[in-house]
Antibody
């Protein structure tokens, strides 16, 4: 069974940093692109970032570019999102999502349960 | 404001059919596959339809997808109370600032 398990969310002050992790199981992790999608309270879904299977290409939404870094450790089946210079508008549930192939932007066929990030003083 | 436009809500009685529209442009829907996601309150989204009209394993055939030009639609027949949820369309968008975009979401209510 394919499973994605996020961790690392919490309450953080504006300007602070946080690292989210997503442990995966049930599929060959290195063969698939992976992504982060977020959802602010009461709002819709927003794509944040994607990374291909080898980790050599990464993509970011303009709203997080320069502040967030996506990475993966294929030996540990783990996807990460390092977030810095956090703002109140980054407050959201962050979902780890699996792409259906090694090509990103083809949709997301499996989602984690999400981890909440709250940016507030 | 979402690049893809969906109605905020649709409703129908049990057993009836609802259709949710997703309007875009040639930069997204017009030249790419569309996916649909179902999300119940407080839970993660779930893939419902991919490549415009294909259902993942386990998704009942009451759910169907279609695409024409720069618009896509999700149909739900034989509506059940368990279908009450938010539904989002999504597709690739030819912009490096946001290569993947979601619709604004539609709440389905069973009367």
């Amino acid at each position: 069974e394919v499973q994605l398990l996020e961790s690392g969310g919490g309450l953080i002050q504006p300007g602070g940093s946080l690292r989210l992790s997503c442990e995966v199981s049930g599929f060959t992790f290195s063969s698939y692109a992976m992504s982060w999608v977020r959802q602010a309270p009461g709002k819709g879904l927003e794509w944040v970032s994607s990374i291909i299977g080898s980790g050599t290409s990464t993509y970011y939404a303009d709203s997080v570019k320069g502040r967030f870094t996506i990475s993966r450790d294929n030996s540990r089946n783990t996807l990460s999102l390092h977030m810095s210079s956090l703002r109140a508008e980054d407050t959201a549930v962050y979902y780890c999502a699996k792409d259906p192939s090694d090509y990103p932007f083809d949709g997301f066929d499996v989602w984690g349960q999400g981890t909440m990030v709250t940016v507030s003083s | 404001q979402s690049v893809l436009t969906q109605p905020p809500s649709v409703s129908a009685a049990p057993g009836q059919k609802v259709t949710i529209s997703c309007s875009g442009s040639s930069s997204n829907i017009g030249n790419n596959y569309v996916a649909w996601y179902q999300q119940f309150p407080g839970t993660a989204p779930k893939l419902l339809i991919y490549d415009n009209n294909k259902r993942p394993s386990g998704i009942p055939d009451r759910f169907s997808g279609s695409k024409s030009g720069t618009s896509a639609s999700l149909g739900i027949t034989g509506l059940q109370t368990g279908d009450e949820a938010d539904y989002y369309c999504g597709t690739w968008h030819s912009s490096l600032s946001a290569p993947y975009v979601f619709g604004s979401g539609t709440r389905v209510t069973v009367l």
